[in-house]
């Protein structure tokens, strides 16, 4: 999923360079589609896959699955035209292989036309060559004409700086995200530390079972609360948290009518000291109680677009508990293609829960209603 960008005036290399921004990632050895809907202008989404190659540099044939099941989502989703990108330095970027993916790729995509154009891009630098290498079909060949960007004349180009494209800039000033390196960066950022900030860490002893779920729900609030910027506007991060405020955390977490009470905050003014809260207590629990605070992350970037966010969260909550439902119904969602806005019908269960509970929640920020 991505935020969409108006392609009618650019050119192959500004739409290229432009992936990075849409993913939030910079995009390694992979396969990439950037999908159009009714507007053959607009770019509505991307989806990313791994490109697994086997000893002779061919695809592995699972990944012809993989084709058909982003085919059904595209259809599903009245996704009119699809551009393929591939990402890949093990071959030269004319190499006959790419080619050949592309191919297969199209006729997985028959349904909606086919492939409009491929591209190869070795790495997502600025100043690296792509290629086009994959023509598009007449416009009469599918359900609409081809994106403008699938008709460009040029064969090859230069990419620009992928971290300094238009689409990286409003995404860090909608998100207040950079585009990270890569992947990894993601999954670096939910690394496991210790259970808490103190020196006497004593996490067995902390015992909150008999704590009631509308304190429990309080108690997580006011956390989040304290992680919103000072009046100067500086974002000193979640505060130090103890043994027993972790222990507290993670019980509240894990208490069903708690976690989908504060699902609501992913489209609140606490939106982003939430996100803060969520990936502090995911690094700092573990089993249940960290698949539960990955969930919560996952939702909140899931319902805000930020897929690519959302996915190695969600890894990360079935990693450490395979059975976590919410992270399950997620995943699957996720995969298939189903858009955040389908999530937004959950948040009137979040509200009814926490009034319920006696405890206020704020309002959703018009803009994050409305996305």
């Given at each position: 999923m991505?935020?969409s960008?108006?392609?009618?005036s650019l050119?192959?290399?500004?739409?290229?360079t432009?992936?990075?921004?849409?993913l939030?990632?910079?995009?390694e050895?992979?396969?990439?589609?950037l999908?159009f809907?009714?507007d053959p202008r607009?770019v509505r989404?991307?989806?990313?896959?791994?490109?697994?190659?086997d000893?002779?540099g061919?695809?592995?044939?699972a990944?012809?699955?993989?084709?058909?099941?982003?085919?059904?989502?595209?259809?599903r989703n009245q996704?009119?035209?699809?551009v393929?990108?591939v990402?890949?330095?093990?071959h030269?970027?004319?190499?006959?292989r790419?080619?050949?993916?592309?191919?297969?790729a199209?006729?997985?995509?028959?349904?909606?036309?086919?492939?409009?154009?491929?591209f190869?891009?070795p790495e997502?630098?600025?100043g690296?060559?792509?290629?086009?290498?994959?023509?598009p079909?007449?416009?009469?060949?599918?359900?609409?004409?081809?994106?403008?960007?699938?008709?460009?004349?040029?064969p090859?180009?230069?990419?620009?700086?992928?971290h300094?494209s238009p689409t990286?800039?409003?995404?860090?000033?909608a998100?207040?995200?950079r585009?990270?390196?890569?992947?990894?960066?993601?999954?670096?950022?939910?690394?496991?530390?210790?259970?808490?900030?103190?020196?006497?860490?004593?996490a067995?002893?902390?015992?909150?079972?008999?704590?009631?779920?509308?304190?429990?729900?309080r108690?997580?609030v006011?956390?989040?609360?304290?992680?919103?910027p000072?009046?100067?506007?500086?974002?000193?991060?979640p505060?130090e948290?103890?043994?027993a405020?972790?222990t507290?955390?993670?019980?509240?977490?894990?208490?069903?009518?708690?976690?989908?009470?504060?699902l609501?905050l992913?489209?609140?003014?606490?939106?982003?000291a939430?996100?803060?809260?969520w990936r502090?207590?995911?690094?700092?629990?573990?089993?249940?109680?960290?698949a539960?605070?990955?969930?919560?992350?996952?939702?909140?970037h899931?319902?805000?677009?930020?897929?690519?966010y959302?996915?190695?969260?969600?890894?990360?909550?079935?990693?450490?508990?395979?059975?976590?439902s919410?992270?399950?119904?997620?995943?699957?969602?996720?995969?298939?293609g189903m858009p955040?806005?389908m999530?937004r019908?959950?948040?009137?269960?979040?509200?009814?829960?926490?009034?319920?509970?006696?405890?206020?929640?704020p309002?959703?920020?018009?803009?994050?209603?409305?996305g």
């Amino acid at each position: 999923m991505s935020a969409s960008i108006d392609s009618r005036s650019l050119s192959s290399s500004a739409l290229l360079t432009a992936v990075p921004g849409l993913l939030g990632f910079i995009p390694e050895r992979s396969f990439i589609l950037l999908a159009f809907g009714d507007d053959p202008r607009v770019v509505r989404t991307a989806m990313r896959h791994d490109l697994v190659l086997d000893e002779s540099g061919e695809m592995v044939p699972a990944l012809k699955s993989v084709f058909g099941d982003l085919a059904e989502v595209c259809v599903r989703n009245q996704i009119r035209a699809v551009v393929a990108v591939v990402a890949d330095d093990r071959h030269p970027a004319g190499d006959e292989r790419y080619r050949r993916i592309c191919a297969i790729a199209d006729r997985r995509f028959a349904e909606i036309g086919g492939i409009a154009a491929g591209f190869v891009v070795p790495e997502f630098a600025d100043g690296a060559r792509w290629q086009r290498i994959w023509d598009p079909r007449p416009p009469t060949a599918g359900p609409m004409s081809t994106p403008p960007i699938a008709r460009s004349a040029a064969p090859r180009g230069r990419l620009g700086n992928p971290h300094t494209s238009p689409t990286a800039v409003h995404q860090a000033v909608a998100t207040g995200r950079r585009v990270l390196a890569r992947r990894s960066d993601m999954v670096a950022m939910l690394a496991p530390l210790d259970h808490c900030a103190g020196d006497s860490c004593d996490a067995g002893r902390c015992e909150v079972d008999s704590a009631s779920d509308a304190g429990l729900l309080r108690g997580v609030v006011e956390h989040v609360i304290s992680t919103m910027p000072s009046p100067t506007g500086e974002v000193e991060g979640p505060r130090e948290l103890d043994c027993a405020t972790v222990t507290m955390l993670g019980t509240a977490l894990t208490r069903l009518p708690v976690r989908d009470a504060v699902l609501a905050l992913a489209v609140t003014d606490l939106r982003h000291a939430a996100e803060m809260l969520w990936r502090e207590l995911t690094r700092r629990l573990t089993g249940s109680q960290r698949a539960s605070a990955a969930t919560l992350l996952a939702h909140l970037h899931y319902i805000n677009g930020e897929g690519g966010y959302a996915g190695v969260a969600l890894d990360c909550a079935l990693a450490a508990d395979a059975g976590w439902s919410l992270a399950v119904l997620l995943d699957s969602a996720l995969r298939g293609g189903m858009p955040p806005r389908m999530l937004r019908a959950m948040l009137d269960d979040s509200y009814r829960i926490a009034h319920s509970l006696g405890v206020p929640m704020p309002a959703p920020t018009p803009e994050l209603e409305a996305g």
